[in-house]
């Protein structure tokens, strides 16, 4: 896979975490550019995995400590899965996901119609909105045509 040049994402996030007061460490940094190239919104545990052997002293506490941090500087974007195991991503242009419930998969997608739209005046009184999104849970096409296939035989 070709390295992709992150190098606005990553001075951006030296910002964030040095306007915070947050040292930029090696292990954060690691993280980060971990969840910058990933494509798969993966765990806490698939972004340890990924990690341990380059970072040998990294802790899975300290990846899930990490991104608890990272999400409230809103430096990635936490995705409730159904397994109630939560996803992650860097925070990138504005989309919406689907989450297959065969494979666990999460897709990105884009709905022009949904980011234009604006949101009922009921919100108000509830609160101020931070984000709105959309989690669409279904099966995804790899996933149905597999179960068309055993339903064949």
Not at 12 to 26: S, W
Not at 72 to 82: A, M
Request: one cysteine or more.
């Amino acid at each position: 896979m070709a390295a992709k040049n992150f190098q606005p994402q990553l001075q951006r996030f030296e910002q964030i975490c040095k306007d915070a007061g947050l040292k930029v460490t090696h292990q954060r940094l690691e993280i980060y550019r971990e969840l910058l190239a990933a494509h798969d919104h993966p765990s806490a545990e698939a972004i340890y995995k990924r990690l341990e052997k380059r970072l040998p002293s990294l802790s899975l506490d300290t990846v899930y400590r990490t991104l608890a941090t990272f999400e409230q500087l809103k430096l990635v974007y936490r995705i409730e899965t159904v397994e109630s195991q939560a996803r992650y991503e860097a925070f990138t242009a504005r989309h919406h996901h689907f989450l297959c419930k065969t494979c666990s998969q999460v897709f990105d997608f884009n709905w022009q119609h949904f980011d234009t739209m604006q949101l009922p005046d009921d919100l108000n009184t509830i609160g101020a909105v931070d984000h709105a999104n959309v989690v669409v849970h279904g099966i995804c096409t790899a996933c149905a045509q597999s179960e068309e296939k055993t339903c064949a035989i």
